[in-house]
């Protein structure tokens, strides 16, 4: 499958800006469906991530109660609703398919197989 994330920009810390991650050449079906983020000079980390058949969710502390992850299944399509963006959450976002995802591994970068290209997101101070 292949995956194309879009929604990026520049804002001002405190707005808000919506990704989205679609999927092409397969549908999400038993697995996870997650945000990672890489910014300069740093490792790519978990944002947050969802189970696609029953929509439970998992988030990153430093995003929790900021950001919803949510799906739609009838699109195929996932997203991700930043708000009261910080300075500190610029950064490429990528998003990523964990098939056969269990609980334990949702957080895990290493599962995720297929990624789409990334999508910047610039936050000013």
């Known amino acids: 499958v292949q995956l194309q994330a879009s929604g990026g920009g520049l804002v001002e810390a405190g707005e808000s800006l919506r990704l989205s991650c679609s999927a092409s050449?397969?549908?999400?079906?038993?697995?996870?469906v997650g945000w990672f983020r890489q910014a300069p000079g740093k490792e790519r980390e978990f944002v947050a991530t969802?189970?696609?058949?029953?929509?439970?969710?998992y988030y990153a502390d430093s995003v929790k109660g900021r950001f919803t992850i949510s799906r739609d299944k009838l699109k195929n399509t996932m997203y991700l609703q930043m708000n009261s963006l910080k300075p500190e959450d610029t950064a490429v976002y990528y998003c990523?398919?964990?098939?056969?995802?269990?609980?334990?591994?949702?957080?895990?970068?290493?599962?995720?197989?297929?990624w789409g290209q990334g999508t910047l997101v610039t936050v000013s101070s």
């Open positions: 990523a398919v964990q098939w056969g995802a269990i609980t334990s591994t949702m957080r895990d970068k290493a599962r995720y197989r297929d």
């Open positions: 050449g397969g549908t999400f079906s038993n697995c996870a």
């Open positions: 969802i189970r696609w058949y029953n929509a439970a969710t």
